[in-house]
Structures are given as structure tokens and as C-alpha cells.
């Protein structure tokens, strides 16, 4: 008997002997009480074997028969079907062996065999790390590592500034965290790089600067050097003394033409 079944049955034999009554026993038991007299009549007439479920040790009648179970798992060892899955096994074994059986029940019987569902192998993705630049200037890479970099101390994040090319360290700043003000720091360390022939570096602003310097260096910035036309350039000519050129001529005359009418400016 089940610890339940045995719960049942203390309960029961103690209606039996007017210990409990029926309605304090449905309580108990969280039965109706017709359940309840049910179970006391079996008990008197049957005995504590009336308290056991009839269905125990029994078979189902939808149950697979060993049969079939030795069937299914001799087909999916034999040569035929070894390399199919489970789910590829039971679609070839109702099509050709008319074994018709769902796939968890499959998967239940051939499990409980030791035997596993071949997986697809796919093809793993290579990821091809990227170049560093050719040349040292042309980036900087900035980041922050957190880790325990004093010995007992505690956990602090390194922030720096690294050149991609050669691997130079161009600024530190230790800070409890990663954040936004580690960053600034190396900022106003300053990071100095060259690229080109020549030499680019961080400075730190000792003041805001003013909204009318910002608007004159923005203009002096736009401000390009103007380009003069010659007086013969082509354009500068009235309508009727610039060079006509018809559609209908050959690609011959009309590059003469274009070479003729750009000497004098090119």
C-alpha cells in the first residue's frame, strides 16, 4: 500500500469503530460522503484490500505490446535506418513497415533501449578576427576591464586608450566602475597620437568657451580659398563666343573641340 492508501484506510477503520463520523472522514480524506460510505462498506465486506486500486499491476489496453517495442528497436539498430532520427525513423517506419505509432511514444521505447537520435552536424561558423590598421594613428581603441588588479583590494575597472596599430598604451585611469567620468579622465590625461607626420592630442578646455569664438572659428573653418577663372575660360565667354558643339558631329571632332576650347585653363 501507498502511504496514501494506508492514510485511507486509518481514516475508514476509524469510522468503522464510530471514532469519526462520515462527514469528518469526507473532511479528511477530501472525498463527498457518499465516497466515504462507499469505501466503509468495501472495507467491512472485502476487507483493507478493498482500499487498493483494481487497476494496480494491470496493463493498459492502449498500452504498445513487448512485441511491437522489440520491432521498432530492431529496425532503428538495423543498417536501414540508423543514421535517421527519431522523427525521420517513425515517417519511414508507417510508410514502409506500417508501424503506426506517435513520436513520443517512439522516443520513449528507443530511449529506454540507450539508443540516441543522430543530430545534424552544421558547419561551424569561423569568425575571422579584423585587421588592426596599417598605420599607427588611424585608430584608437578605448575601454574599460574590470578586475581585481590590487592584491586584496577590491574589484576596480582599468580604463585605457590603446593604439590599434602598434598596441600602444596611450592612457590610463583607474575608477571604482566603468563609467562615463573614467572616460573623461583620459580625455584630460591627454592621448597623443601621430598619424601622417603629424601629432594629434587631447586638450582639456580650462573654460567654456565663448558662443562668439565658437561662431567665428565655424566661419573661418567654411571660409575656402576662391577660385579665380581665367578670362578666356570658356564659361566667362558670352553665348555667342562659347564653342558650339552638335550632337550630330563625330566623338572624334568633338574631343578636338574640348581640347581646343580647355588650353588656354587647363
Partial sequence: MTEGENTSLRVIN???YGILTIGEAADLLNLSERQVIRL???VIKEGPAFIIHKNRGGKPSHAIPDEMKRTI????????YREANFNHFRELS???EGIVVSYPTVHRILSQAGIVSPKKHHKRKVHHRRKRKPQEGMLVQINASPHTWFIGGGRYSLHGAIDDATGKILSLF????ECLEGYFQLMRRGIKVLYDERIYETKELREK?????VQKESKQM???RRVVLAEDYPWRLSA???PRVSYEESDRELLERLYNSTQAWA
Avoid at 528497436?73 to 536501414?80: A, E, M, R, T
Avoid at 583607474?174 to 566602475?177: A, D
Avoid at 568657451?209 to 569664438?213: E, L, M, S, T, Y
Wanted: hydrophobic fraction near 20%; aromatic fraction near 4%.
Fill in 40 to 42: 466503509k462498506g468495501g
Fill in 174 to 177: 583607474f575608477s571604482k566602475n
Fill in 94 to 96: 508507417e510508410e514502409h
Fill in 14 to 16: 476509524q469510522t468503522i
Fill in 209 to 213: 568657451p565663448k558662443v562668439k569664438d
Fill in 73 to 80: 528497436i530492431k529496425l532503428k539498430q538495423s543498417g536501414v
Fill in 222 to 224: 567654411k571660409k575656402r
Fill in 240 to 242: 555667342k563666343e562659347r
